[in-house]
């Protein structure tokens, strides 16, 4: 399929590079990640050869999130932006777009620099890397904590979408994974952060407040469409102030209020329950560029068992509605 949307694909600037571990991780496998993270003329011949059109560039994680210094989060988020804008995207200008970097140290600020970034450089929404460190590694918040709202209210407000993307769990949080780092990061704790951080939002009631918000979550889903039925289920049975605000089940934030993509997910099995669980209209294709490879997730979806209208919606109808990637 050609023209495709990709959407969870990073950078990395030599002026801000990624913190935090990768002792895990093989070092000839992140070296050759952090060299892609840094450069874009090879991505664009990825692009080309795999039927990817446009793709939408992130800061990598922990991004911002990761500053515990809320003025030099500030600071940093708007460097980042220019260079995405002027250093990425203005060298491709018809293949490439970015999501914004954003300080959620300063909500305020977060929301100046969203408004900025959309109206002034043209991106299509921000990304946020899960929990932001408030003066120390192992102080988070969370974006349902009611510090966020103005941000919130900027995004209603632009009505773009804000992709929430993994972290390794808070250092204090990682008992469980000792003897068994590997498991830390993409491959097991990535994914329960950030369900976990998504339910919160569900349960909020941030989407009855706002019910226009969009959130996106990469890996189809980060398990939610598999494991959200039960919570629902459970949650009849749970007093009502242990489980927050929300108005409505669950189940209906996550068909409406999010989008769900590919990255990182290259098994139709999955994809097809998704397809059962939230409908072709709420699913995007991504890859996770540079930690997964376009030559190996691109033709998967090319050729796995769905419809040629659930391929093209998933592949490039729904994003082009969803960051309206006609008007430019």
């Not at 050869?49 to 446009?54: A, E, P």
């Amino acid at each position: 399929m050609d023209d495709k949307v990709a959407l969870e694909e990073h950078y990395e600037s030599p002026d801000f590079p990624a913190s935090g571990s990768h002792e895990f991780t093989r070092p000839d496998y992140f070296a050759e990640v952090q060299r892609r993270l840094r450069e874009v003329d090879q991505r664009v011949e990825d692009m080309d050869r795999n039927g990817i059109g446009i793709t939408i560039l992130s800061l990598t994680q922990p991004g911002i999130e990761g500053a515990t210094d809320p003025r030099e989060a500030v600071d940093l988020a708007r460097r980042m932006n220019d260079h995405a804008a002027e250093r990425l995207v203005a060298r491709h200008p018809d293949r490439l777009r970015a999501f914004a970097a954003v300080p959620p140290q300063d909500p305020e600020r977060a929301a100046e620099g969203l408004e900025r970034a959309v109206r002034d450089l043209g991106f299509v929404g921000a990304l946020v890397n899960g929990y932001t460190n408030i003066g120390d590694e192992n102080t988070a918040r969370y974006l349902d904590h009611p510090e966020t709202a103005p941000f919130w209210q900027q995004v209603d407000e632009l009505r773009v979408p804000v992709y929430l993307h993994p972290r390794i769990p808070l250092p204090n949080q990682q008992r469980i994974y000792q003897g068994y780092d590997g498991l830390l990061g993409s491959a097991w704790g990535f994914g329960v952060e950030t369900a976990t951080h998504a339910m919160r939002l569900m349960l909020s009631g941030l989407f009855d407040r706002c019910p226009g918000l969009t959130v996106i979550l990469g890996h189809l889903g980060e398990g939610l469409p598999f494991t959200l039925p039960r919570t629902e289920h459970r949650l009849r049975h749970q007093r009502p102030e242990t489980h927050g605000s929300h108005q409505k089940p669950p189940t209906y934030y996550l068909r409406n209020n999010f989008f769900l993509t590919t990255s990182g997910v290259f098994r139709s099995q999955t994809l097809l329950n998704t397809l059962l669980e939230v409908g072709a209209d709420h699913i995007l294709f991504s890859v996770d560029y540079p930690y997964e490879s376009m030559d190996e997730l691109a033709p998967w979806f090319d050729e796995c068992p769905i419809s040629e209208n659930d391929r093209v919606k998933i592949g490039r109808a729904d994003a082009q509605r969803l960051f309206h990637l006609d008007r430019r």
